[in-house]
């Protein structure tokens, strides 16, 4: 078990992860960023992991944060944590495949960050170390998660999304606009260095040639680019 010292927004705190569980990363102090939530919110945050986007979700005032994650593992570090934070009266954890353990609720704001890097390049990455990505392209995860919300987000309610270019962008896209049509926005980019593991893989070079990652050049690195979306309801 390792303790993370989480400097991102509502931070410094710190929490646990296990090596079972999905360490928090850029995208999530970047997802941190985007969230806009108010007093009086209930808040969704499908694959939660260790927990931390519910715990900021929760310092940011929302009345009531439920997290779930297919991993059993993930859910019982988040209720530990939020135990340790002292948030266990505002934060709950079910386990459940997408959005299947959170059907009785309606939510405001729904974080929607399940796996989405395709599965070969987790595995070279060493990414995800319960060997749970994103299915092939790195659509699949995120394409189901986003035909799973059916009821659980209010009319008027926002889902914060993130894709990027190292994954099949596109192919989530266009399943997020079928839902939302024109209203999503991305509200932040960031480029970020590839590991050149990834960088030099047979995968990621395959992947490119095919046109599914869109990955760019800075020098010898290559960068990805993350997007997170405001989609509204
Ligand atoms: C990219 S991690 C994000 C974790 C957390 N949001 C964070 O920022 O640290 C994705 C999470 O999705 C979970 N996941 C994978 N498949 C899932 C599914 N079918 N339903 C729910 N969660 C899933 C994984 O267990 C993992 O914890």
Known sequence: MSEVNWTGRTG???????????????????????LEVGPGDTVIDVGCGSGVLSFV????????????????????????????LGLEERCEFRVGSLL???????????IG????????IAQVA????????????????????????GETLKRGGH???????????RTILAKARELFGERMQAVIERD??????????????????????NLHKRGSRFLWRLRVWRCER
């Open 159 to 169: 889902l914060y999304l993130p894709t990027g270019t190292i994954q099949d962008e």
């Open 126 to 149: 060493g990414w995800f170390p319960d060997g749970r990505a994103g299915g092939p392209t790195g659509a699949e995860l995120p394409s189901a998660m986003l035909e799973s919300i």
């Open 57 to 84: 979700a929760a310092r940011l005032g929302a009345d009531r944060v439920v997290g779930c994650d297919i991993s059993e593992e993930a859910v019982e570090m988040a209720r530990l944590n939020a135990r340790a």
């Open 192 to 213: 970020f260095p590839l590991p050149d593991v990834v960088g030099k893989s047979l995968a990621a070079a395959r992947m490119m040639k095919d046109g599914l990652l």
């Open 100 to 110: 299947d353990p959170v059907r009785d609720l309606r939510a405001d704001v729904l």
């Open 12 to 34: 410094p705190f710190t929490f646990r992860v296990n090596p079972g569980v999905f360490a928090p990363t850029h995208t999530s102090k970047t997802i941190a960023e985007a």
């Open 113 to 120: 960050d399940v796996s989405g890097i395709p599965d070969e």
